[in-house]
């Protein structure tokens, strides 16, 4: 967990900044109001260093880049992230879910992803 000492020696929690990719801030303000203020809670908890429950690693795309994956009223929500590309967490794409075929994200919302994840990750170089 990233924190700083305070003048007593206790830690503090550090909050790490977001940075909103594309539309992703949009997307999920897109969501129903439950499922935006669940994943918002979920963001926060990673900001402050944790880890939710509902998150996994995206594989396929980069180091460090996790999907929080979430069933609200029998609907599937999406929000990928990049938690590590230096001291701010990078919101790659929030979307719904439609696929009808399992558990695989569809192919043009991974091809958005990697994109997104190519300019965090030039963006990071430029922000330290």
């Known amino acids: 967990m990233a924190s700083t000492e305070d003048d007593e020696g206790l830690e503090t929690p550090v909050l790490r900044p977001l940075v909103w990719m594309g539309n992703a801030k949009r997307n999920l303000q897109a969501f129903p109001k439950g499922a935006q203020k669940i994943i918002g809670d979920e963001l926060q908890l990673i900001q402050f260093g944790g880890m939710p429950k509902d998150a996994k690693p995206f594989k396929g795309v980069g180091s460090g880049v996790f999907e929080i994956a ?59």
């Open 70 to 128: 979430l069933r609200y009223e029998a609907e599937a929500y999406r929000t990928v992230l990049a938690v590590q590309l230096g001291e701010k967490i990078y919101v790659l794409h929030a979307f719904q879910k439609k696929s009808k075929r399992g558990i695989a994200t569809p192919k043009h919302e991974v091809e958005l992803i990697k994109q997104r994840y190519a300019e965090a990750t030039e963006q990071a170089k430029h922000e330290e």
